[in-house]
């Protein structure tokens, strides 16, 4: 293998994207090779035990590491501007690594209330079997996250725009309550994807994904990626996926790096399309509120435009009719899917409170704000003049 022909100097996101990280085998393929190996070949024993030893560099076992791996962690590394990344098998094996290797028993952690279904059971249900206390706050309220904090808080978790009713979460304000406390703060960045938010510069200490969203983009494979400072993904982090071993299979690597070539062009068209159909949803009769970052109507519109550079792939809107009317509008979508998935080439539509937070209680889903009339629009690829007459068809047979 030999390292990156690019050059030093520093090449701006849709370049990085395109070239970062690229690693070529002696055959100098142009395509980046998927190395569907489990183990390496040493040349002898004393290469074996310096491998072994980190004397010397080089690939030891795919459960924590891999040449295809490495070539799209390196890429999202230099997308995201982070000193590194790990690449884990899902989105939640980022999330639950992330947070074993920041706590330990007698710890406690704090995460806005508004939360990935499978990342609040983290929260409440999973992290209190190992001994750390966990806090849920409105994480909107500033003074919560400031009375939420203990002297044993070690970790902060928030998603901004939240899923699904795409609450704006102040990440710099949160950020610096969160290291007063002396603890770090984790952002899962996956509704903002990495080209609309650099969570970074806000005062992040970890940026966590399910690449399975936007950076496949294509609804094919699950995948997800950890970044932070060389001095967290080479201590706390590779130990964790090392020994535990959630890790990203080579050929799901590979899709995800050729996704990230493609990504700027796919979020760029998928945000356009998304803030159209937002607006044109916004003029349809039936549906009582349109949540999307950045519309005017959107209670953080302001913050939105501070912390984000786009409104974002998903739109959340509120039928006036309930669940009947939901159901309607879902079942009467043509070029739309039914599906709990996002950030797909193709549009998808969810209704919440009967999928993705079923589990939760009413009272629960209430004060997330996830009524029996909202849906989740993923914004898709499709012609956005066709998406919007399938949304308009929608509210028409919504209205019953
Ligand atoms: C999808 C998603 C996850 C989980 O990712 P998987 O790849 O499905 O495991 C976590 N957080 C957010 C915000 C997500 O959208």
């Keep these: 293998m030999s390292a990156s022909d690019t050059p030093a100097r520093k090449l701006r996101p849709a370049t990085r994207l395109v070239h970062g990280g690229a690693m070529r085998s002696q055959f100098g393929e142009t395509s980046e090779a998927m190395f569907l ?16 030893k980190n004397l010397e560099p080089g690939f030891v076992y795919s459960r924590f590491s891999n040449p295809t791996v490495a070539m799209f962690e390196e890429r999202m590394a230099l997308l995201e501007g982070a000193e590194a990344a790990r690449a884990t098998a899902s989105g939640m094996a980022a999330v639950t690594a992330a947070m074993m290797s920041l706590l330990r028993a007698g710890d406690h952690a704090v995460a806005a209330r508004a939360l990935f279904g499978s990342c609040l059971y983290i929260m409440e249900e999973w992290l209190p079997r190992f001994g750390v206390e966990t806090t849920l ?11 939420a904090m ?33 603890a770090k703060l984790v952002v899962d960045n996956v509704f903002a994807t990495p080209l609309l938010q650099q969570p970074f510069d806000l005062g992040a200490d970890l940026v966590v994904y399910s690449t ?34 959630p890790s990203l299979s080579p050929f799901n ?17 998928q945000n356009a399309n998304a803030a159209r ?22 209670p953080q519109a302001a913050l939105a435009r501070r912390q984000m550079s786009g409104g974002g792939t998903v739109v959340a809107l509120e039928l006036a009719g309930g669940k009947a009317a939901a159901f309607r509008f879902a079942n009467a979508l043509q070029v739309v899917k039914i599906s709990n998935n996002l950030g797909d080439a193709k549009s998808l ?32 690829l499709e012609d956005a003049d066709d998406l919007i007459e399938d949304v308009t068809i929608a509210a028409k047979a919504a209205r019953g």
């Excluded at 706050?137 to 009375?147: Q, Y």
């Excluded at 995948?223 to 982090?237: F, P, Q, R, T, Y």
């Excluded at 690597?253 to 068209?269: C, D, F, I, N, S």
């Design 37 to 52: 190996t489990q183990g390496f070949v040493y040349d002898s024993a004393e290469a074996a035990e310096a491998r072994f």
């Design 137 to 147: 706050v409105d994480g909107t309220d500033l003074d919560a996250w400031r009375a």
């Design 150 to 182: 203990r002297p044993n808080t070690k970790v902060c978790l928030i998603e901004s725009p939240t899923n699904p009713q795409l609450e704006i979460l102040d990440i710099a304000a949160i950020a610096e309550i969160t290291h007063r406390a002396g």
């Design 212 to 245: 399975t969203k936007h950076i496949d983009g294509q609804g094919r494979c699950l995948g997800g990626c950890i970044l932070a400072s060389k001095e967290i993904i080479d201590g706390s982090v590779h130990n964790v996926l090392r020994q535990t071993g």
């Design 253 to 269: 690597a590979w899709v995800m790096l050729k996704g990230l070539e493609t990504l700027p062009l796919r979020v760029g068209q």
């Design 277 to 298: 159909v937002a607006d044109a949803l916004a003029a349809l009769p039936g549906v009582a509120r349109v949540l999307y970052p950045f519309r005017d109507d959107h």
């Design 349 to 380: 539509v969810t209704h919440p409170a009967t999928t993705t937070h079923q589990r939760l209680t009413p009272e629960a889903r209430a004060k997330m704000g996830i009524s029996e009339g909202l849906l989740r629009l993923s914004v898709g």
